[in-house]
């Protein structure tokens, strides 16, 4: 059995820095890694490093090839190709900077406590025991997918982290819900490459804000079926990415009834309090569905307020109402109606 001063579990940000400082102190340490593509921790290799870099290439791309699907999708394999490159050149760093330190071992495995100060390393058919004085847990998160049979094996259902390694950029995407939110989903999808952003809002003043503001179609839910209206304008029996973006039933099944098979559908709307829908798990399972929530995140705010500022995304369509102060009544029946999308409220208003 080898004996260390420390045995860190988990090659993250925290652990490695922690090994490199007791290594100073003169402390043997020893390191545990399960994955080889974790060295150096999320942040690295499915985190910060990766998605931001994406963010960059995407940003680059929708200033070359704006409503180009042809050649954004090019650009974005290639964006997930250097994507790739630069992740395994920090890890490959992260592993020398280890290595390189004459007090600490990395040994790659799964660990399991024997004891309060004993682990199991299993690699494979190989086993190893370790035995320290201070053992430090430093493992994060990983994605978890339902127990539902075949799940895993399909090529059609993403984790956060699998999603990452997809260099095809979806072609096309429907936007349930016409409002301000909905809106500003239709300039978002069309900044982001996707070939054809389609609408589907009842009120018409909406459909035709959203065709000013980019959508490639507008239908109206109400007298047209939406699936036929989608097989004629795409060829296809439902779209790439369903956004939902109005918080009631009606529009989550018009948004399951857009899918086809590998479908993500994004429910972005907030719903009333205990509102449910019954969801059929047979449908998910033949279409191989990607469900994904929705909620606040402070950490994109400024983007939003980066993307404002650009001129890129369009505001002044959706700001179709403004009241004084003085009318603050008439401006919350205004905004109650569908006759508005946002109405604004100020002292400089008539």
């Given at each position: 059995m080898k004996q260390y001063d420390a045995i860190i579990i988990g090659f993250g940000k925290g652990g490695k820095l922690l090994a490199a400082e007791l290594a100073e102190r003169n402390w043997k340490v020893a390191i545990v890694e399960r994955s080889p593509q974790m060295y150096g921790g999320t942040c690295v290799n499915v985190g910060c490093i990766p998605t931001k870099t994406l963010i960059h290439e995407s940003e680059y791309a929708e200033k070359r090839y704006y409503d180009d699907y042809k050649n954004q999708s090019k650009l974005y394999a290639l964006a997930v190709a250097r994507k790739d490159k630069l992740v395994s050149f920090l890890r490959e760093k992260n592993y020398e900077n280890v290595k390189n330190k004459p007090n600490i071992t990395l040994y790659d495995g799964t660990a399991s406590f024997l004891s309060e100060n004993t682990i199991r390393i299993v690699s494979g058919k190989d086993e190893t025991i370790l035995e320290g004085k201070e053992i430090f847990i430093n493992t994060g998160s990983t994605p978890i997918l339902p127990a539902i049979d075949g799940l895993k094996e399909s090529k059609y259902v993403y984790t956060s982290e699998t999603l990452l390694q997809s260099n095809k950029l979806p072609a096309h995407l429907l936007v349930i819900g016409g409002g301000a939110i909905g809106l500003l989903m239709v300039q978002l999808a069309k900044l982001s490459g996707a070939s054809q952003v389609l609408l589907s809002e009842p009120v018409q003043t909406r459909r035709e804000i959203g065709l000013q503001l980019g959508a490639n179609a507008a239908i109206d839910p109400i007298h047209e079926d939406l699936t036929a209206r989608i097989r004629a304008l795409t060829g296809m029996d439902g779209v790439d990415v369903v956004i939902e973006c109005v918080g009631n039933t009606i529009a989550t099944a018009q948004?399951?009834?857009?899918?086809?098979?590998?479908?993500?559908?994004?429910?972005?709307?907030?719903?009333?309090?205990?509102?449910?829908?019954?969801?059929?798990?047979?449908?998910?399972?033949?279409?191989?569905?990607?469900?994904?929530?929705?909620?606040?995140?402070?950490?994109?705010?400024?983007?939003?307020?980066?993307?404002i500022n650009s001129g890129r995304i369009q505001l002044a369509p959706i700001l179709t109402h403004r009241f004084p102060i003085e009318r603050l009544k008439d401006a919350i029946l205004m905004q109650m109606s569908s006759e508005s999308l946002k109405v604004l409220v100020g002292s400089n208003y008539d």
């Open positions: 948004a399951f009834s857009a899918t086809k098979r590998g479908t993500t559908v994004l429910l972005f709307s907030v719903p009333k309090s205990g509102t449910t829908h019954p969801l059929s798990l047979e449908d998910v399972y033949q279409k191989e569905l990607t469900i994904v929530g929705s909620i606040i995140n402070p950490d994109t705010h400024q983007r939003a307020v980066d993307l």
